[in-house]
């Protein structure tokens, strides 16, 4: 099956840092890859899509400057959030596209992020 | 906003009894999707029912799909414990894998 690993799975940062998030598609290269957040007891919000060598498209309402994405290999993508607040603390999740012709997205398990 | 609807919100049943949830999108659709998620990690894909099939089925789960009223209904039979999870419904509009989600059900399946 496919493998979605995401890392690390939980960071705790100080206000004002910037966290890296790492997606890789373990067994599978990925052209796109997505990008969500999700707040306690609500759902998956979409913030971009990754396309391998190109700029990501960015979801309305979502600040590409803060939210830095990178998709730099067809296995990896990453997803920089800088000078961090207490309200970007979210669980991130990515998911990855197997192929052009594929419907099915395949999710890592996500990213606890805490701003203190 | 880009999401759909799904009701109810939160589901509490005992264990072997049916659960249904629904849910309702707002544009046309390629295939609409459903996802399983135990709090706080990631989603497990369950099944994909595309715009032209009307039910599916995998296992003990049963998925409607009706477009003219742009919904789509996920049962589980014979509940168990093990089934306790949040469970949210996804469209896709196109082959582009972008998924839009709904609100998701909180299911409590009681031993």
């Given at each position: 099956?496919?493998?979605?690993?995401q890392h690390p799975s939980r960071v705790i940062c100080k206000s004002g840092t910037s966290v890296k998030i790492e997606c890789r598609s373990l067994d599978f290269q990925a052209?796109?890859?997505?990008?969500?957040?999700?707040?306690?007891?609500?759902?998956?919000m979409l913030m971009a899509t990754s396309n391998e060598g190109s700029k990501a498209t960015y979801e309305q309402g979502v600040e590409k400057d803060k939210f830095l994405i990178?998709?730099?290999?067809?296995?990896?993508?990453?997803?920089?959030?800088?000078?961090?607040?207490?309200e970007d603390s979210?669980?991130?999740?990515?998911?990855?596209?197997?192929?052009?012709?594929?419907?099915?997205?395949?999710?890592?398990?996500?990213?606890?992020?805490?701003?203190? | 906003s880009q999401q759909g609807e799904e009701d109810p919100q939160a589901l509490s049943i005992q264990e072997g009894e049916n659960a249904t949830?629904?849910?309702?999108?707002?544009?046309s659709i390629n295939n609409l999707q459903w996802y399983r998620?135990?709090?706080?990690?990631?989603?497990?894909?369950?099944?994909l029912i595309r715009s032209n099939e009307r039910e599916k089925h995998s296992g003990r789960l049963r998925v409607t799909l009706d477009t003219s009223k742009k919904s789509s209904s996920l049962l589980i039979t014979a509940s168990r414990a093990a089934d306790t999870a949040s469970y949210f419904c996804?469209?896709?509009?196109?082959?582009?894998?972008?998924?839009?989600?709904?609100?998701?059900?909180?299911?409590?399946?009681?031993?």
């Open positions: 099956g496919a493998v979605v690993s052209t796109t890859m997505f990008w969500y957040r999700q707040f306690p007891k609500q759902s998956l990178n998709h730099a290999s067809l296995t990896l993508s990453t997803l920089t959030v800088t000078s961090a607040h207490p979210s669980f991130y999740i990515c998911s990855a596209r197997k192929g052009q012709g594929s419907t099915e997205a395949f999710f890592g398990q996500g990213t606890r992020l805490t701003v203190v | 949830m629904n849910c309702s999108y707002k544009t998620q135990n709090s706080g990690r990631g989603l497990v894909h369950l099944i996804a469209t896709n509009r196109n082959q582009g894998g972008k998924l839009i989600f709904g609100q998701g059900t909180e299911l409590s399946v009681k031993p």
